[in-house]
């Protein structure tokens, strides 16, 4: 399927990069690195296959993901020893940081909406949460090896984008061809991300008058 390979291989080379500058920062080594940029980048995917029942991961039979997450991380490690960041170079690293992530939740959000719907074209809930674990799986393995809170658990609307973008692609479904679903939730949560990191969003976060435990 053209649609889901294109989003896919989107998906694999963004959250490759942005699991590449976690471990560079995380000041890991190569293989450290390498490692934390495949699971970012097909760890979701996998989690995905396994619970819908695909065996082996479309991963282990295609390789191109693991193939263009090494590359990626090689890549972004040669640059980062080869070109000197000034104050103005480091901020230009986060946002393009920012961007790479918001790509790779929109495409992951995509390819596990299709995978859900294309199996299961008679449930809604179902492409729904694959959309989230196929987008958000690979982070929270990330963060999880760098020991980091994973993102999606302290850090603005970044899940919530995932899922809106996942009942989108299904509403679409049955309505329009393949692609229009696709291209429409893909752009919705890119969108999103974009107003979320802009703006300053922020989900709700309980604050009480005084602390009377402490856990």
Avoid at 161 to 176: F, K, P, R, V
Wanted: glycine share 8%; with cysteine.
């Amino acid at each position: 399927m053209i649609t889901f390979d294109i989003f896919d291989i989107m998906g694999i080379i963004a959250f490759a990069f942005s699991g590449t500058v976690v471990g560079i920062t995380k000041r890991m080594d190569i293989f450290g690195i390498t490692v934390l940029a495949v699971i970012t980048a097909v760890g979701g995917g996998i989690i995905r296959d396994v619970l819908v029942g695909i065996i082996p991961p479309y991963t282990l039979i295609h390789p191109y993901g693991v193939i263009l997450s090494i590359l990626t991380a090689f890549i972004v490690c040669f640059l980062f020893e080869t070109i000197k960041f000034t104050k103005t170079g480091k901020k230009i690293i986060k946002i393009i940081y920012d961007i790479s992530d918001s790509l790779g939740l929109a495409s992951f959000t995509v390819t596990g909406a299709i995978t859900g719907l294309t199996l299961y074209p008679n449930y809604w809930i179902l492409p729904t949460l694959l959309a989230l674990i196929t987008a958000v799986g690979g982070g929270i393995l990330r963060d999880i090896l760098a020991h980091r809170v994973p993102v999606i658990l302290k850090t603005d609307v970044y899940a919530l984008a995932s899922i809106l973008g996942g009942i989108l692609i299904t509403l679409l479904w049955n309505i329009t061809t393949i692609d229009v679903a696709s291209w429409c939730g893909f752009i919705f949560v890119v969108l999103l991300r974009i107003c979320v990191i802009h703006f300053n969003w922020q989900l709700h976060r309980p604050k009480p008058s005084h602390i009377i435990f402490k856990l």
